[in-house]
Structure formats: C-alpha cells, structure tokens
C-alpha cells in the first residue's frame, strides 16, 4: 500500500487532523503533536515524510525530541499518551453537553 498523500482523500485522516482540540499537549510543538498525530494512526517515518513533504530522517528528529519531552521511551508508548489525553478531552466534551 503506498503511504498516504492525500489528506482529501482519508475522513480519518482530516479527523486526526482536527483532533487536538481540547487536547492539552503539553511541551510539544505545533510541528511534533502533527507528527504523533500520525504515529497514533499507525503511520511509519517514510509515510508521515510523505505526507508533511519532509524526509524520514526528519521526522526521525521529531520523534526522538517526541518522546524525550514525553518521557516515554518507545512510539507504542507515546501513542497510549496521545490517545489518553485524547479520549479524555472528548469524554469531557460530552460531558459538557
């Protein structure tokens, strides 16, 4: 499956996209939570590169700068930081309703 290059063309992807809302993030850049967005939906360096027209050593970097503001110390677990502050900014949304 070739990496994914066209945001139009994925609803889930414009949905990870717009999912930050509410999200707080914490020390991370606009740059590195665009990044771990994409992490959380599986993506791998070449495809997340692809995708924000950069190299894969590039987001290498980010990574790296990634986990060490999070203090994790693996992708798996910077996913389980994004979704659990992601599932927690919507539960509190509804919540609100």
Do not use: F
Request: aromatic share 4%; proline share 5%; net charge positive.
């Amino acid at each position: 499956m070739p990496p994914q290059t066209s945001l139009a063309d994925d609803g889930l992807s414009k949905a990870v996209l717009n999912s930050a809302r509410g999200v707080d993030l914490g020390p991370l850049t606009p740059r590195e939570i665009e990044v771990l967005k994409w992490i959380a939906v599986g993506k791998r360096n070449g495809e997340i590169g692809t995708i924000l027209e950069c190299s894969p050593r590039t987001v290498q970097k980010h990574v790296q700068n990634i986990l060490h503001k999070l203090g994790v110390e693996t992708r798996t677990a910077a996913c389980a930081w994004w979704h659990e502050r992601h599932y927690a900014a919507e539960r509190n949304l509804v919540a609100a309703r």
